[in-house]
């Protein structure tokens, strides 16, 4: 199966003109690196794909994928559940989680989050092996602005951790939001003010607030 074929676009994200615009750029640019590219071309769009827009209530968003072959399967912050130990980044969203909802998953697979509306999108869709931040110009970041205008119809929770994350906020459109920005819970800053943050309790009091459904963070 070739990379374009693998890298088909979800039919419910289907309308936004990232895919004629600049995909066929991304996929020329992946096609013609060698190196090993992560998560493999299936997985690529998983986050959209299991998260529609009018699904969408709480919007994540990563970076780019974890670098490491195995670990990254599409979802923004998520692994496969066999993976340990697992991910700095996650062993301190976990830690968090522990001191704002006294419990966490039991594996780094946060599928289940996105079931419920969790969109895990990273800005970057792909990362070669071992190369953290290699794709971040290749073109991904115009997908995120486009998915980020297209929630903007209605009310929804954004939780932008660090400041790349935090770029992307302006193209979150309206008055009604719930936007959290901390800082990330990557090792190096996650004590400038991601641990006491609370971002889990927060969301689930304004779901609560909005008449929805609270998100069940820590059980499958």
């Known amino acids: 199966m070739s ?5 088909t676009p979800p039919a419910a994200w289907g309308h936004l003109p990232f895919w004629a615009d600049r995909l066929p750029q991304i996929e020329a640019a992946l096609a013609a690196d060698d190196r090993v590219i ?12 299991r998260c529609a827009p009018d699904a969408a ?45 006294g419990a966490h998953p039991d594996t780094g697979d946060l599928r ?13 869709l792909t990362v070669p092996a071992g190369s953290a931040g290699a794709h971040a110009k290749l073109g991904w970041a115009d997908l995120t602005a486009q ?22 906020a302006k193209h979150i459109q309206g008055p009604d939001h ?10 190096l800053s996650a004590r ?17 607030h909005q008449g929805q459904q609270p998100i069940n963070w820590t059980r499958p």
Not at 3 to 7: F, I, S
Not at 153 to 161: E, T
Not at 178 to 187: K, T
Not at 192 to 208: A, C, E, H, K, Y
């Open 112 to 124: 289940f989050w996105a079931d419920q509306g969790v969109l895990l999108l990273n800005t970057c």
């Open 192 to 208: 400038r003010g991601f641990f006491g943050s609370r971002p889990f309790s927060r969301i689930n009091d304004w779901l609560t």
């Open 147 to 168: 998915v980020l205008a297209r929630l903007s119809d209605k009310p929804r929770a954004f939780l932008l951790w660090g400041g790349h994350a935090q770029s992307f």
């Open 38 to 49: 992560l998560p493999p071309a299936n997985q690529r769009f998983a986050a959209l794909a």
């Open 3 to 7: 990379k374009a074929a693998a890298m």
């Open 57 to 101: 209530r709480v919007v994540i968003l990563g970076q780019d994928p974890y670098p490491t072959p195995g670990h990254a399967h599409g979802l923004a912050f998520s692994v496969e559940p066999d993976v340990r130990p697992l991910p700095r980044s996650l062993t301190n969203i976990y830690k968090e989680m522990d001191a704002d909802l």
């Open 178 to 187: 719930l936007i959290l920005q901390s800082a990330h819970p990557s090792p």
